[in-house]
């Protein structure tokens, strides 16, 4: 088979290159260092004529408001250039439990891609995934100082990034879904344990402090980070640190 991986340089679309290109697929990287833009459309026939199946794994550059705009214009582009190159599937990465956060700009955004790709002209599969193992440097960089790190004791079930490749690659190579694909990592944390952990583990002796109002996560109630009915990942957070 033949893919157009948008967004493939990136941490995630990278390593779903190698493993399609790896099982004897023929997988493309597209981004904009490659010459296309998925606002403008510059490029975009282009890069997924031919393809039997586009798997978009762009993202926002940023996280508030305007990330609206950015999956609204991009999707509508990409989904008329894979139906013009009679592309026969789509896929996109999204959030577990997306659609329980609106007060989070970012997650309501990614509602709208799932929503325009559901509604679109093509047979898609959407895979939704858990935070990401490799974001936690991010999150703890959010409400740090110089003696400790404020952050909530939101669940949270962190997968690796290359659990999410795999999983992505799985489902592109499969029949579409029309629907949705929940993945997770093995094991459940509250945030600011697995802060806790995180900061032991480098050796870093700042401390971490409860604070149900830190961060980005705070508007997030109950259990809604994770999915214990979700296809569960091998890769356990020690592991993944070690």
Do not use: C
């Given at each position: 088979?033949?893919?157009?991986?948008?967004?493939?340089t990136?941490?995630?679309?990278s390593?779903?290159?190698?493993?399609?290109?790896a099982?004897?697929?023929?997988?493309?990287?597209?981004?904009?260092?490659?010459?296309?833009?998925?606002?403008s459309?510059?490029g975009?026939?282009?890069?997924?004529?031919?393809?039997?199946?586009?798997?978009?794994?762009?993202n926002?550059?940023?996280?508030d408001?305007?990330s609206?705009a950015?999956?609204?214009?991009?999707?509508?582009?990409?989904?008329?250039?894979?139906?013009?190159?009679?592309?026969?599937?789509?896929?996109?990465?999204?959030?577990?439990?997306?659609?329980?956060?609106?007060?989070?700009?970012?997650?309501r955004?990614?509602?709208?891609?799932?929503?325009?790709?559901?509604a679109?002209?093509?047979?898609?599969?959407?895979?939704?995934?858990?935070?990401?193992?490799?974001?936690?440097?991010?999150?703890?960089?959010?409400?740090?100082?110089?003696?400790?790190?404020?952050?909530?004791?939101?669940?949270?079930?962190?997968?690796?990034?290359?659990?999410?490749?795999?999983?992505?690659?799985?489902?592109?190579?499969?029949?579409?879904?029309?629907?949705?694909?929940n993945?997770?990592?093995p094991?459940?944390?509250?945030?600011?344990?697995?802060?806790?952990?995180?900061?032991?583990h480098?050796?870093?002796?700042?401390?971490?402090v409860?604070?149900?109002?830190a961060g980005?996560?705070?508007?997030?109630?109950?259990d809604?980070?994770?999915?214990?009915?979700a296809?569960?990942?091998?890769?356990?957070?020690a592991?993944?640190?070690?």
């Open positions: 088979m033949k893919f157009a991986v948008i967004g493939g990136g941490l995630i679309g390593q779903v290159v190698k493993i399609l290109n099982d004897g697929h023929e997988a493309i990287p597209h981004s904009q260092s490659t010459g296309i833009d998925v606002i459309g510059q975009l026939d282009e890069a997924v004529a031919g393809a039997d199946a586009v798997v978009n794994l762009t926002s550059p940023t996280f408001e305007a609206l950015f999956f609204q214009t991009s999707m509508d582009n990409l989904l008329a250039a894979a139906q013009k190159g009679g592309v026969g599937h789509f896929v996109i990465l999204s959030i577990v439990g997306a659609d329980q956060v609106p007060e989070l700009d970012y997650y955004a990614k509602v709208l891609q799932e929503d325009i790709l559901a679109g002209p093509i047979p898609y599969s959407i895979v939704r995934a858990t935070q990401f193992m490799e974001f936690m440097d991010a999150v703890l960089s959010w409400t740090v100082d110089s003696d400790s790190v404020r952050l909530p004791a939101t669940p949270i079930q962190p997968i690796a990034s290359k659990d999410v490749a795999n999983a992505v690659a799985e489902v592109a190579t499969g029949a579409p879904l029309s629907g949705i694909r993945i997770a990592g094991e459940i944390f509250p945030l600011d344990e697995l802060g806790r952990i995180t900061l032991s480098k050796g870093d002796n700042r401390t971490v409860t604070d149900p109002t980005m996560f705070a508007v997030v109630k109950g809604v980070l994770t999915d214990m009915d296809h569960l990942a091998p890769t356990r957070y592991d993944w640190l070690s």
